[in-house]
């Protein structure tokens, strides 16, 4: 399986970048966050007409979450269990859930596209979601991973967070006074690996930078961030034979301010009845 995430920064404007990019480097499964449209608006024919099953879920220009699979997708679900809401000036367990989760089992792996929320500022309400929001991720995944230690489970897609400073080149963003650096973000994203996930990338990718913002030449000077990642269960993180960072996708006429993140998985792994006898 060839599982890539990407956050496209409106669907509808990038359709054909964004099909043409997962039929040319053969993607088999493509989470996408930040779609911003309602589902009825997700270009769900091109997908289609490219060989795809495709999942998505949106309420308006905001947020918003799709899983495209070669696979059909099953079990498919639009919030994980604890997921917090948010609306501004609401106080409370029952604020409505925005469109940041997207679950589903495809050829036994499952897998969650997530856009996790920015937090705005430190102290803004939005900061405190954000990091409630990530605690109920990692109960989640840690619940989901104690029941099913051999669980093939994947968290992929736009975390908001550079996890230590080498994931961080954007000179704006400074710890103690920017979110995506601080210290209670970096802890909730290390809570995650301590859940039993891995950052299945890194270890193939070393250095590299997934996003750049579009003001003050962030891009040319790269000077940008690391904040979209493939997590991964011991059972994905065995079977990763490959991983890339599509640095070149920021490139080119009305790019996403993101690049895909892609990883290759044996899930099978050899047969040993398939290797010839040798007598």
Request: proline share 7%.
């Amino acid at each position: 399986m060839r599982l890539a995430t990407w956050n496209v920064n409106s669907i509808r404007a990038r359709v054909d970048r964004i099909v043409d990019f997962a039929v040319r480097e053969h993607i088999d499964v493509l989470a996408m966050q930040e779609i911003k449209c309602k589902t009825e608006q997700f270009p769900f024919d091109r997908f289609e007409e490219a060989g795809y099953h495709v999942e998505a879920y949106g309420f308006s220009q905001w947020n918003g979450v799709a899983i495209a699979s070669r696979e059909p997708l099953t079990n498919v679900r639009t919030a994980f269990p604890g997921m917090p809401g948010f609306e501004k000036g609401h106080n409370g367990p029952d604020a409505p859930q925005e469109a940041r989760a997207m679950g589903a089992t495809i050829g036994g792996v499952e897998v969650w596209s997530l856009y996790v929320p920015n937090g705005r500022s430190l102290g803004d309400p939005h900061y405190y979601y954000k990091l409630d929001w990530l605690s109920a991720l990692e109960q989640y995944a840690a619940e989901s991973l104690t029941v099913n230690p051999d669980l093939a489970l994947a968290l992929v897609g736009d975390f908001n967070i550079a996890p230590t400073d080498a994931d961080n080149g954007d000179p704006s963003v400074v710890q103690g006074f920017a979110t995506h650096v601080s210290p209670p973000e970096r802890e909730a994203f290390a809570a995650l690996e301590a859940a039993g996930l891995q950052d299945v990338v890194r270890p193939l990718v070393a250095t590299g930078y997934t996003y750049w913002d579009y003001k003050q030449l962030r891009f040319p000077r790269n000077e940008g961030m690391r904040i979209d990642f493939i997590l991964g269960s011991h059972a994905i993180a065995d079977a990763v034979t490959g991983a890339t960072i599509h640095r070149n996708e920021r490139k080119g006429e009305a790019p996403s301010d993101h690049v895909p993140v892609v990883v290759d998985l044996d899930l099978e792994g050899p047969d040993d009845d398939d290797r010839p006898m040798i007598f």
